[in-house]
């Protein structure tokens, strides 16, 4: 029997590219969306065994939802990759752009809906001693990205996945991925395909590699720290070009 992966949030972008990898690698999947569904259907026609679950992760029945699905398809649930998240962008000087109501609704999609997910799988990935990956940003370490309420988001969340190694150890492993700059529909939506075109030029510029991540690049490290990394838990991979050890400008 395959192994099984619940990866959200995976219409587009990271996700859907996570999906797909694992897909390829002969894992079945769990495809997630809140709102998505045709682009979630057509991540799920390039799989060849997935399931679509729409589910709101930001809302624990939801969650439970989504473990229960893959558990009556397939009894099991190997891995789980928290990938949804949202935003509101505002630029970091703008303080009055972010109101307590902005920071409730960022947290409770990038923190608590992981928190949810993790919880609710719980069980089942130890019984498969199994492994989580939670889909961060580098913006959890230099405090940039699309909004103040964003990157303090990410690093609740990295702080969340070394409880989570710890807590849930021996047997299962938990690490987060801390991409940078990543060419996803989400970035032109939010900039327009010339603006998200610039910031992608932008970012390749600042950085030692001098190339920003496309969102195949994310997924083979999502399936590295998944199906290999033995002795890795607790960590933070950045898939950022080295823009946390770029020469500050």
Request: aromatic letters at 6%; charged letters at 20%.
């Amino acid at each position: 029997m395959s192994k099984v992966a619940i990866v959200t949030g995976s219409g587009s972008g990271i996700g859907a590219a996570t999906a797909i990898e694992l897909s390829k690698r002969g894992w079945s999947v769990v495809i997630n969306y809140s709102k998505s569904a045709d682009k979630a259907k057509a991540v799920a026609a390039k799989c060849k065994d997935a399931i679509l679950v729409q589910a709101d992760t930001g809302q624990d029945a939801d969650c439970r939802k989504l473990v229960k699905a893959a558990l009556d398809k397939w009894g099991r649930v190997d891995a789980l990759v928290n990938n949804a998240g949202t935003t509101k962008f505002v630029k970091h000087p703008d303080l009055d752009g972010l109101s307590a109501d902005d920071f409730l609704h960022i947290y409770r999609v990038n923190v608590v809906g992981p928190f949810q997910m993790v919880r609710a799988c719980a069980p089942a990935l130890k019984a498969a001693r199994g492994a989580v990956v939670n889909v961060s940003s580098v913006a959890s370490l230099l405090g940039t990205g699309s909004s103040i309420a964003y990157a303090a988001s990410k690093s609740a969340l990295n702080a969340m996945t070394y409880s989570f190694a710890r807590v849930l150890g021996p047997e299962v492993r938990v690490n987060a991925v801390c991409p940078g700059y990543v060419d996803t529909p989400w970035q032109h939506g939010a900039h327009g395909d010339e603006g998200a075109r610039k910031a992608a030029d932008r970012y390749a510029g600042l950085v030692p590699l001098k190339d920003y991540a496309r969102p195949a690049d994310v997924a083979e490290t999502i399936a590295w720290l998944i199906e290999g990394a033995r002795q890795v838990t607790g960590e933070t991979i950045f898939v950022d070009g080295g823009m946390h050890i770029a020469t500050p400008r």
